[in-house]
């Protein structure tokens, strides 16, 4: 069968969903994840737009070992360059460059002629190609592009050494008979004596991502761009895990495989679920929470007489287990590190003794910490290792006429330790009063929820907030894990506010 190669740009793309901040830490953690679930290409970064991004994509070129690893620039020589830098070290290094070939972008947004798009195209390509083995090339927004312009930068492309094609729907404005047809008209008119790949990437403004992208595969792409549970600017990208289901579950159709490894696909999106701090919504397909509920009562029976009446994909195949084993309080160091590496986290000895003593301090709080758990445990320790500044503590106390008074400890990584008091109409209130504070912000709060990450009454809380700065309007997000939901609610602010404060500068 054909083989459909995964590009995953959650770090890149993904990372331009209003509030998503990754660190570096994370984006290494969520590269090694994606490994693991058997990406072919990871687009790291986009290492010229700030410092942050270039570490982090060179972090993760020497971190990958299986999967080639890519880096965007547009078409000029100091993106370029920069992405040079940045991925020297990958064993499998890629560079991405694109430029705008609509009308509307050549016209509005870049001020240039077709004459002049073509010209930087052979010019930046060919200047690509002197750097890397690997040169993929986008037209953005192809979908609007006239189709013989189109295919003459493409062909322009392949000329100057490009030997992936990507067709990006930059703004969701195709539907799959169009973006299917596409794909057909550049495969058959291009001109080239090696193979080129051809590559969607699909946006999902009107709904139609994954289905243009499969769409796409119909008429000859063998390779498919995307984020993990669809994140991305405005309505999100293509889902790469519902193209890898779809491809498996309807094989007989698409008559492709990949290497995609469907039971890692659950554990690789609650990762990014909780390093992004986008929550996945329960009717989502393929990983939301309701994908494997049934309440109607004849689907109820159904299922129990026989699974495959209503179930097309079992939970087993995306990872989600009916049972896992718990550990407790007297579980061991090596009981500890073995759950780890079955959940599939790759921590070093100093991260291993800091989450060991976390989760020692959990399980005297509860009686068993099960999966769920321990995942939200890693990701916490994950977030907030590089983070400046940290919860030391909070107290509460009532104050007359309903109102409630809270004093929080926060402390930067510089040992400094900044108390602040505030009142609310109720304890979160206060607290994120008090927060403000400390942090001379008067951010507007957002999205704010409470979720409880098991059963029982001695479940942990996940708290995610979203705050958006006063001046700038920018968002950030931020969790909280704890115990205690107040601490939870306290430690996803702090989160938050760190990073809208490195954001500002101050």
Same mark, same amino acid.
């Given at each position: 069968? %054909? ?51 270039? /570490? ?25 360059? %920069?992405?040079? /830098? ?24 870049? !001020? ?21 083995? !690997? ?44 973006? $299917? /047809? ?51 600017? %405005? ?11 779809? #491809? ?25 679920? %909780? ?68 959940? $599939? ?9 800091? #989450? ?88 507007? #709060? ?6 409880? #990450?098991?059963?029982? /009454? ?42 809208? !404060? ?5």
């Amino acid at each position: 069968m %054909r083989q459909i190669q995964f590009f995953d740009t959650s770090l890149r793309d993904g990372e331009q969903t209003p509030g998503v901040n990754f660190n570096t830490k994370e984006k290494v953690q969520i590269a090694l994840q994606l490994e693991k679930w058997g990406i072919n290409t990871i687009e790291a970064g986009f290492p010229i737009t700030s410092q942050g991004d270039f /570490e982090a994509v060179q972090a993760i070129a020497k971190a990958a070992t299986t999967m080639t690893v890519a880096g965007l620039a547009r078409c000029q020589k100091k993106d370029i360059d %920069r992405a040079y /830098e940045a991925l020297k070290e990958a064993k499998f290094p890629q560079i991405h460059v694109f430029l705008a070939t609509s009308n509307i972008h050549m016209r509005d947004k870049l !001020k240039m002629t077709k004459e002049e798009v073509i010209a930087s195209i052979k010019e930046h390509v060919s200047h690509a190609r002197s750097l890397f083995e !690997k040169v993929q090339f986008s037209p953005e927004d192809a979908t609007r592009s006239d189709r013989d312009f189109l295919l003459e930068a493409v062909q322009t492309a392949i000329d100057a050494g490009a030997t992936i094609i990507n067709v990006p729907d930059t703004v969701g404005y195709s539907n799959p008979k169009e973006y $299917g /047809e596409l794909f057909a008209f550049l495969i058959s008119n291009i001109k080239s004596d090696q193979e080129i790949i051809f590559s969607s990437h699909c946006h999902d403004d009107l709904g139609m991502a994954t289905a243009n992208a499969l769409a796409a595969i119909e008429n000859g792409a063998n390779r498919v761009e995307g984020t993990v549970n669809g994140i991305g600017e %405005r309505a999100g990208n293509t889902a790469l895990e519902e193209v890898a289901i779809a #491809l498996h579950i309807r094989k007989d159709h698409y008559q492709c495989e990949s290497s995609i490894v469907l039971n890692e696909t659950k554990r690789t999106s609650d990762l990014v679920s %909780r390093l992004s701090g986008m929550a996945v919504p329960r009717n989502k397909a393929v990983i939301g929470g309701n994908a494997y509920a049934h309440e109607s009562g004849i689907h109820q029976d159904g299922v129990l007489k026989n699974p495959e009446t209503y179930e097309i994909i079992t939970p087993q195949l995306v990872g989600v287990h009916n049972n896992a084993l718990p550990l407790g309080k007297l579980s061991g160091r090596h009981a500890f590190t073995t759950k780890l590496a079955e959940l $599939g986290y790759t921590v070093t000895e100093e991260e291993t003794n800091a #989450l060991f003593k976390r989760f020692k301090d959990l399980a005297d709080k509860k009686k068993q910490v099960t999966d769920e758990d321990l995942l939200a445990l890693v990701a916490d320790q994950v977030r907030s290792g590089d983070e400046a500044y940290h919860l030391e503590a909070v107290q509460l106390q009532y104050v007359s006429n309903g109102h409630q008074g809270a004093i929080v400890s926060i402390k930067d990584t510089e040992g400094q330790e900044k108390v602040a008091s505030a009142v609310g109409s109720g304890s979160i209130q206060a607290i994120y009063n008090s927060i403000d504070h400390v942090f001379d912000q008067h951010p507007t #709060l957002t999205h704010f929820k409470i979720v409880a #990450l098991t059963s029982g /009454e001695d479940a942990q809380a996940e708290v995610r907030v979203t705050i958006e700065d006063e001046a700038t309007k920018e968002q950030v997000n931020g969790i909280g894990v704890d115990f205690d939901v107040l601490q939870a609610c306290a430690k996803a602010y702090v989160q938050a506010s760190g990073i809208l !404060k490195a954001k500002r500068g101050a």
